[in-house]
């Protein structure tokens, strides 16, 4: 006799009376009270009698109405909530929690609405993830993939096989939600498995759709769980299918195949990458960073965006990431020419402004730290390279004031105004300065 498991974890009372006399019984009547499971219960008898019946057993609807049946129960475990709802839509949406409480999950507090059959996590307010704590069945969803494969084996129809494959993909965003509620909780294993469900479903004929999120999101979950040659292959994957996030993909895919040890093709899909998207500063500096691993010149990186200046000359971006690839290689005469050519081009750019100021400011702490740390003795030498830390710290006062010229709020050339502005504030202006630009970081909430 064929010995059926029911797919899901039956109430004492379920498992030791009702089953055994709903199977022994021909009528049964049942008197219960909500949320005694007879619904899961009921049908999940119904289930097992038709797959233990061969001609049921040997029709498609039979094993669609189980794979339904599960993605139902796996759905009930989330409700209605979704990422990034408030508490209070969440008990108009959900309805009143069981309880509430607050646990702390890796040194930040969540609030925790507990619902019978899950645990709603909140951070700061708003919906993070769910962690199911009385399954009705394990593994609901892997559950209905079964099912609808055995009714696809079953279906000859191409009409009805067309309407299997509606059912599957509403059976891979189900995966794909409960693999982002994995990922959010950190549990990556788990995450990656159902990234990979999600995939295969879209790769069924059936279904036959290209999501390249999902190839990358397979490769995120992969890399956390130490797999870098597995998420190498799945970011490889993304990138050829047409997945984009302006460029970042090839900086995440370098960073999967140094750790796989892959350092020819982290290079390669760098070349790749930085002759699609020059102005994105991660493939830059990857770049840079490889060169330096390899004990190479990092200044090969600078041919790239010279090419991609010459064939547009008035994008100011493209003098920034130059500055910024002479910034961190230490020539600041060459990084201080690319940032004023940004801004002659565009006057309005905050960012270039900022960070001519912000070189400056780096060059005076430089010379500033190494007066301190000379001997008292060399008291000359102490004084020669205060004051040139101090003409330096000046030079940093005019590019930070054009920066909130052009962006009142910018709150980083705000915070090192304030800075320069007390330092100076013994000189003609300065004092003024100082308590204006304090008053505005204290109106934004910044200043101290």
């Given at each position: 006799?064929?010995?059926?498991?029911?797919?899901?974890?039956p109430?004492?009372?379920?498992?030791?009376?009702?089953?055994?006399?709903?199977?022994?019984?021909?009528?049964?009547?049942?008197?219960?009270?909500?949320?005694?499971?007879?619904?899961?219960?009921?049908?999940?008898?119904?289930?097992?009698?038709?797959?233990?019946?061969?001609?049921?057993?040997?029709?498609?609807?039979?094993?669609?109405?189980?794979a339904?049946?599960?993605?139902?129960?796996?759905?009930?475990?989330?409700g209605?909530?979704?990422p990034?709802?408030?508490?209070?839509?969440?008990?108009?949406?959900?309805?009143?929690?069981?309880?509430?409480?607050?646990?702390q999950?890796?040194?930040a507090?969540?609030?925790?609405?507990?619902?019978?059959?899950?645990?709603?996590?909140f951070?700061d307010?708003?919906?993070?993830?769910?962690?199911?704590?009385?399954?009705?069945?394990?593994?609901?969803?892997?559950?209905?993939?079964?099912?609808?494969?055995?009714?696809?084996?079953?279906?000859?129809?191409?009409?009805?096989?067309a309407?299997?494959?509606?059912?599957?993909?509403?059976?891979?965003?189900?995966?794909?939600?409960?693999?982002?509620?994995y990922?959010?909780?950190?549990s990556?294993?788990?995450?990656?498995?159902?990234?990979?469900?999600?995939?295969?479903?879209?790769?069924?004929?059936?279904?036959?759709?290209?999501?390249?999120?999902?190839?990358?999101?397979?490769?995120?979950?992969n890399?956390?769980?130490?797999?870098?040659?597995?998420?190498t292959?799945?970011?490889?994957?993304?990138?050829?299918?047409?997945?984009?996030?302006?460029?970042?993909?090839?900086?995440?895919?370098?960073e999967?195949?140094?750790?796989?040890?892959?350092?020819?093709?982290?290079?390669?899909?760098?070349e790749v990458?930085?002759?699609?998207?020059?102005?994105?500063?991660?493939?830059?500096l990857?770049?840079i960073?490889?060169?330096?691993?390899?004990?190479?010149?990092?200044?090969?990186?600078l041919?790239?965006?010279?090419?991609?200046?010459?064939?547009d000359?008035?994008?100011?971006?493209?003098?920034?990431?130059?500055?910024v690839?002479?910034?961190?290689?230490?020539?600041?005469?060459?990084?201080?020419?690319?940032?004023?050519?940004?801004?002659?081009?565009?006057?309005?750019?905050?960012?270039?402004?900022?960070?001519?100021?912000?070189l400056?400011?780096?060059?005076?702490?430089?010379?500033?730290?190494?007066?301190?740390?000379?001997?008292?003795?060399?008291?000359?030498?102490?004084?020669a390279?205060?004051?040139?830390?101090?003409e330096?710290?000046?030079?940093?006062?005019?590019?930070?004031?054009?920066?909130?010229k052009?962006?009142?709020?910018?709150?980083?050339?705000l915070?090192?105004?304030?800075?320069?502005?007390f330092?100076y504030?013994a000189e003609e202006?300065?004092?003024?300065?100082?308590?204006?630009?304090?008053?505005?970081?204290?109106?934004?909430?910044?200043?101290?």
């Amino acid at each position: 006799m064929t010995e059926i498991v029911i797919p899901y974890t039956p109430r004492s009372i379920w498992k030791d009376t009702i089953h055994p006399a709903l199977s022994a019984n021909r009528f049964a009547v049942l008197v219960c009270h909500r949320r005694f499971g007879k619904t899961v219960g009921t049908v999940n008898e119904m289930i097992k009698k038709a797959i233990l019946n061969e001609k049921k057993a040997a029709k498609p609807k039979t094993w669609l109405a189980r794979a339904e049946l599960l993605q139902k129960i796996s759905t009930s475990y989330q409700g209605n909530a979704y990422p990034g709802m408030d508490m209070k839509t969440f008990n108009l949406l959900c309805g009143p929690a069981v309880e509430q409480r607050e646990e702390q999950v890796d040194g930040a507090s969540y609030q925790v609405m507990v619902m019978p059959r899950s645990d709603f996590y909140f951070f700061d307010g708003v919906y993070a993830y769910y962690k199911v704590t009385k399954p009705l069945v394990d593994k609901p969803l892997d559950k209905a993939l079964e099912a609808y494969r055995k009714a696809l084996e079953l279906e000859p129809k191409e009409k009805n096989r067309a309407k299997i494959g509606k059912s599957l993909a509403e059976l891979e965003k189900l995966y794909v939600q409960e693999g982002a509620s994995y990922y959010a909780q950190k549990s990556y294993e788990a995450a990656h498995g159902d990234f990979a469900q999600a995939v295969a479903i879209c790769e069924m004929p059936e279904v036959s759709v290209v999501d390249t999120t999902l190839y990358y999101y397979k490769g995120l979950a992969n890399f956390q769980t130490g797999n870098y040659a597995g998420a190498t292959t799945d970011f490889a994957v993304a990138i050829a299918k047409g997945y984009s996030n302006n460029g970042e993909e090839y900086c995440v895919f370098y960073e999967a195949a140094s750790k796989a040890g892959q350092m020819d093709e982290a290079k390669r899909m760098l070349e790749v990458g930085i002759e699609k998207f020059p102005l994105q500063q991660c493939i830059v500096l990857d770049m840079i960073n490889y060169y330096i691993s390899r004990d190479e010149d990092p200044k090969m990186v600078l041919p790239y965006l010279d090419r991609a200046i010459a064939g547009d000359s008035a994008s100011a971006p493209l003098y920034f990431v130059k500055g910024v690839v002479y910034d961190k290689l230490g020539d600041r005469d060459q990084a201080l020419a690319a940032y004023r050519k940004a801004v002659e081009v565009d006057p309005k750019y905050v960012d270039a402004y900022y960070n001519i100021a912000a070189l400056y400011y780096n060059w005076g702490a430089e010379l500033q730290n190494k007066a301190v740390d000379l001997p008292a003795s060399e008291q000359n030498k102490y004084d020669a390279l205060m004051e040139q830390a101090s003409e330096k710290f000046h030079n940093c006062i005019p590019p930070a004031e054009e920066a909130i010229k052009v962006a009142p709020d910018h709150r980083e050339s705000l915070d090192l105004l304030k800075q320069l502005y007390f330092r100076y504030r013994a000189e003609e202006g300065m004092q003024a300065k100082y308590d204006a630009v304090k008053a505005k970081l204290d109106a934004l909430g910044a200043g101290n």
